[in-house]
């Protein structure tokens, strides 16, 4: 995600600037860039890659006496991570910054060109100081150009903006990504997050969407769509490693909450009115596909299993899910009329790339699902889809996985739309559902205290097992996983139906199980096979809109017609359960033992 930073005032720009972009490393970024305006001279760097080449490029710079600076870390959604693509984005005598999506930047991009406007970028941001530039040539004042330039921008933003028109002033706005203003005496700081100016700013006021304004020496006005504002000035914290994880306890725990939000990023320009549309995939991408084979490993193949079923059910075309590591020594039979799909949160994974390689070099169309922009599976793909979650820090993954089914679930809308084997109708229900996921997904104090108080009965016994049906069968095996990577404790996911063929031999009182029984999906059926484990004496906790009295532990969740909304709460809380079963164990949540977050060996 991108990372905005701001200074205004007297001291050295440039180690303010770079200083601040460097904590938000954690972020993610493929390039980083700064502008700055002193005595009247503007000057810009921008660089692809670390910010050690970005520091590399200003080695000779200094700034003195008093200026106003933007800088900005680009995690690349529109365009590709080149210089040229990277902020601050320039017009003939402006600049900003942005993170977020202008989802409305073709329409206005368009009106721009017509108007005579050269773009440069592949970028929706670049539409932003153009369409300052132009109202500027009609308005009193820049800041009324400005308020003319945001009140036409749909979607997301956080935006910084300067200008040679007022070398004093820094512009900005927030609508639906994180931008905060920080005060130290006549010292002005904006940034993306906390981190960045603890230790120099001593106040700061979180802007709200909807909230915009100017900052000079002399004054910082702030307003919304009713008029002016007072800022809500509160002090800063102070401790940094806990301010990088917005006061979660762990990385993990932050990623778990993100997702509500995140998931919104994942949909942005993606699910519009009345359909699905991928930027990244050209019209026929389905021409000629009749079959589907998707290889990954760990959460990132349990989101495959998952999506199978919705290809399968939606797009009726065969879809077979690989592990990769067996995949790639199997000698499969390999059609091409086969798209395949390789998912992976890193783009790394030694084992996924090898098995598209492979698929590659048996002539296959590829389509890579990620995290990564840039990252050697999205280099090798024929056609990548970013999953746009974020950095993932936490080893266990959590918002990767939302944000991959997520994209699979739009995925197979949209071929669904294409080979016509859904209805406008069942789309337009689809995409119903689709936008009530963020509520899905957030998580109440309620529900972290419930899950807290009921972990400390899950640290002993011997074993767990997750057991769902259909697309809540993958989701149990991604249960499972979370809870032994963080806890050390054996768990397997299984379908419930599968149960009486063999495991439930192991069934006894200190065997627990943790059944996914969502209303909206073969209810009746998962509710026998509790039952029979109930019979054998298992504890069981159950995670159901419906209560079941059989149950030792219930975990309600909210009555939805749709499985997918069912899907992603119960995902978060068996996210939830692992994260506090291991905390109560005493485990690195965010580092577990033995393993890494990206696996770039066989
Ligand atoms: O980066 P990838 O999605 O390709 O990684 C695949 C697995 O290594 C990864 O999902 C792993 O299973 C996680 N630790 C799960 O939490």
Redesign the pocket.
């Known amino acids: 995600m991108c990372g905005i930073v701001g200074y205004l005032g007297e001291k050295e720009k440039k180690a303010i600037l770079l200083e601040g972009l460097q904590e938000l490393e954690y972020r993610g970024y493929d390039s980083a860039g700064i502008a700055i305006i002193e005595h009247h001279q503007l000057k810009h760097y921008k660089a692809i890659g670390k910010l050690s080449n970005l520091k590399e490029k200003t080695k000779h710079f200094t700034s003195t006496g008093f200026g106003i600076s933007i800088g900005h870390t680009r995690w690349a959604t529109h365009g590709k991570p080149t210089e040229l693509n990277a902020h601050p984005h320039i017009g003939a005598y402006s600049y900003v910054v942005h993170n977020g999506i202008i989802e409305n930047y073709q329409l206005l991009k368009a009106q721009l060109i017509q108007e005579g406007i050269t773009f440069v970028t592949q970028t929706d941001t670049e539409v932003i100081v153009h369409l300052f530039e132009h109202h500027s040539k009609q308005t009193s004042t820049p800041f009324e150009a400005f308020e003319k330039t945001i009140g036409q921008l749909e979607g997301a933003y956080a935006i910084l903006l300067i200008s040679e028109l007022a070398p004093d002033t820094i512009f900005f706005a927030k609508n639906g990504s994180p931008m905060l203003v920080g005060f130290e005496g006549d010292d002005v700081y904006f940034a993306s997050s906390d981190t960045p100016i603890i230790g120099r700013a001593k106040e700061v006021h979180y802007l709200a969407d909807g909230e915009y304004g100017y900052a000079t020496n002399q004054a910082v006005a702030l307003f919304d769509a009713t008029g002016t504002k007072a800022f809500t000035k509160q002090p800063l914290p102070t401790d940094k490693a806990l301010a990088q994880k917005d006061g979660y306890r762990f990385f993990m725990e932050k990623e778990i909450y993100e997702q509500s939000h995140i998931i919104s990023e994942t949909m942005m320009g993606r699910v519009l009115e009345e359909t699905i549309h991928f930027e990244e995939l050209e019209e026929n991408f389905f021409d000629g596909i009749s079959a589907i084979k998707i290889c ?5 193949y349990h989101s495959a299993l998952a999506a199978s079923y919705l290809f399968e059910r939606m797009v009726k075309v065969r879809c077979s899910v690989e592990i990769a590591s067996e995949f790639r020594y199997k000698e499969p039979l390999l059609t091409h009329d086969t798209l395949f799909v390789t ?7 030694a084992d ?1 790339l090898k098995a598209l390689k492979m698929a590659k070099q048996a002539g296959l169309k590829s389509l890579s699902i990620c995290n990564v922009d840039n990252s050697s599976i999205v280099r090798e793909s024929d056609c990548a889809i970013l999953t746009r979650a974020g950095i993932e820090k936490g ?3 959590t918002k ?1 996985f939302a944000t991959q089914t997520m994209v699979l679930w739009m995925l197979a809308l949209t071929m669904g739309e294409h080979k016509q084997t859904i209805t406008p109708t069942t789309l337009a229900q689809e995409i119903t559902a689709m936008r009530q996921t963020p509520k899905s997904l957030q998580v109440t104090d309620r529900l972290h205290a419930k899950l807290n108080r009921l972990s400390k009965r899950y640290l002993h016994g011997h074993g767990f097992f997750f057991i769902g049906r259909d697309i809540f069968y993958p989701l149990a095996l991604e249960g499972a ?2 809870l032994k ?1 963080i806890s050390y404790l054996h768990a397997e996911g299984y379908p419930a139906g599968e149960m009486k063929h063999g495991p439930i031999a192991l069934a006894d009182s200190r065997l627990f199980t943790i059944a996914l029984m969502p209303k909206s999906m073969h209810y009746e059926k998962i509710k026998s096979n509790v039952e029979e484990l109930s019979a054998r004496d298992t504890t069981i906790c159950a995670i159901s809109p419906e209560p079941f009295e059989l149950a030792d532990d219930f975990i309600q969740t909210h009555f939805s017609t749709h499985p997918m909304l069912e899907f992603f709460e119960m995902m978060v809380i068996t996210q939830l359960l692992a994260l506090e079963i291991s905390v109560r164990l005493g485990n690195d949540v965010d580092m577990p033992r033995n ?1 890494a ?3 770039t060996v066989e």
Request: proline letters at 0%.
């Open positions: 990954a490993c760990g959460t990132s998912i992976s949160q890193s783009g790394e994974t996924t080893v266990a993954s990767a996983l979370k990577e393993l977050k990206s696996v």
